[in-house]
């Protein structure tokens, strides 16, 4: 049984990252989308030079990231800067909660992935 998409009576999902609902592509990464229960899940894979500024602000046309983000860490180092001055670096197995107001940026050579369970409804589009 393919796990994609299953609904009983009782209104049960799965889906997977694998077949995704949407897929945004910008520059440095991508966001695989998931509607389920009708609630908006993002997988972010951010690549190396990936920075919201440099990718993500051109096409949201904001001073800074305003979607909140509640995320869990599943690769690679991604460094936030809040708009107070604050700085976070999230690391694998981290969750963070940012709320709007900051930008962010891959630190290193290795891939950032995100899963996002509050923000990505809107995001890079």
């Not at 694998?92 to 709007?100: F, Y």
């Amino acid at each position: 049984m393919s796990p994609k998409s299953i609904t009983t009576q009782t209104d049960s999902e799965v889906k997977t990252f694998n077949e995704p609902d949407e897929v945004r592509e910008f520059p440095n990464g991508r966001l695989e989308v998931i509607n389920i229960g009708g609630v908006i899940v993002g997988r972010a894979i951010f690549q190396p030079g990936w920075q919201w500024s440099k990718s993500i602000q051109p096409i949201a046309k904001t001073k800074s990231c305003e979607a909140p983000h509640f995320q869990y860490h599943v690769q690679g180092v991604l460094k936030v800067l809040m708009d107070d001055g604050i700085e976070y670096e999230c690391r694998p197995g981290s969750l963070s909660l940012l709320p709007s107001g900051h930008d962010a940026w891959v630190v290193g050579n290795e891939p950032v992935i995100v899963v996002d369970f509050q923000g990505m409804y809107n995001f890079a589009k």
